[in-house]
């Protein structure tokens, strides 16, 4: 069946870095565009970064530009978030999620991974 | 960068009752809206894609409507596994942005 699934999440001391992983099984993992998605405990959703299924067009949100990094991996049916310089503000369960666009559910977020949860402690 | 609201931010209603949640946009967005249910614990469901279209195998009890800057998200008839939070998300100029939430709950 569809699904997505993220890993690397931990505990991180403010200004390190940490690599979080999204594997994707049961699609064609080319024809789709990848989200990364947080929740900080108890707040509301916030989108974090999406890369298009050509793998060269990248966005993000003002609050991690310049610090995260997203990437893809056709090969391995991979996404992969770097994040360097964490602060307390980026502590949250981050989801990967798939763009339903190639559905025809365009610009949204119609597959999602449990999530992997991001502590910034020292 | 467009700033999204919801209102209201908790609403309290009995099984049975209709409901409607609203959400505003702070610059137009034509039809690119969506809405999603999510569970304590659990990762969101998408609902409604471009403001008034139902995901596939969503009961039709939901339903969305707007355009441009205000839009709307009702449940016909509110039933036991409806009570969530629910947000709304646009798509412009390849940002995309969440509403705050609307929590439902058990009046």
């Known amino acids: 069946q569809v699904q997505l699934v993220e890993s690397g999440g931990g505990v991180v001391q403010p200004g390190r870095s940490l690599r979080l992983s999204c594997a994707a099984s049961g699609f064609t993992f080319s024809d789709y565009g990848i989200h990364w998605v947080r929740q900080a405990p108890g707040k509301g959703l916030e989108w974090v970064a999406v890369?298009?299924?050509?793998?060269?067009?990248?966005y993000y949100a003002d609050s991690v530009k310049g610090r995260f990094t997203i990437s893809r991996d056709n090969s391995k049916n991979t996404v992969y978030l770097q994040m360097n310089g964490l602060t307390a503000e980026d502590a949250a369960v981050y989801y990967c999620?798939?763009?339903?666009?190639?559905?025809?559910?365009?610009?949204?977020?119609?597959?999602w991974g449990q999530g992997t949860m991001v502590t910034v402690s020292s | 960068d467009i700033q999204m609201t919801q209102s209201p931010s908790t609403l309290s209603a009995s099984v049975g009752d209709r409901v409607t949640i609203t959400c505003r946009a702070s610059?137009?967005?034509?039809?690119?809206l969506a809405w999603y249910q999510q569970k304590p614990g659990k990762a969101p469901k998408l609902l409604i894609y471009k403001a008034s279209s139902l995901v596939s195998g969503v009961p039709s009890r939901f339903s969305g409507s707007g355009s441009g800057t205000e839009f709307s998200l009702t449940i016909s008839s509110l039933q036991t596994d409806d009570f969530a939070t629910y947000y709304c998300q646009q798509f412009k100029s390849n940002v995309f942005t969440f509403g705050p939430g609307t929590r439902v709950d058990i009046k």
């Open positions: 999620s798939r763009d339903g666009g190639h559905r025809g559910y365009d610009y949204t977020f119609d597959v």
């Open positions: 610059q137009s967005i034509s039809k690119w």
């Open positions: 890369i298009w299924n050509d793998g060269y067009n990248k």
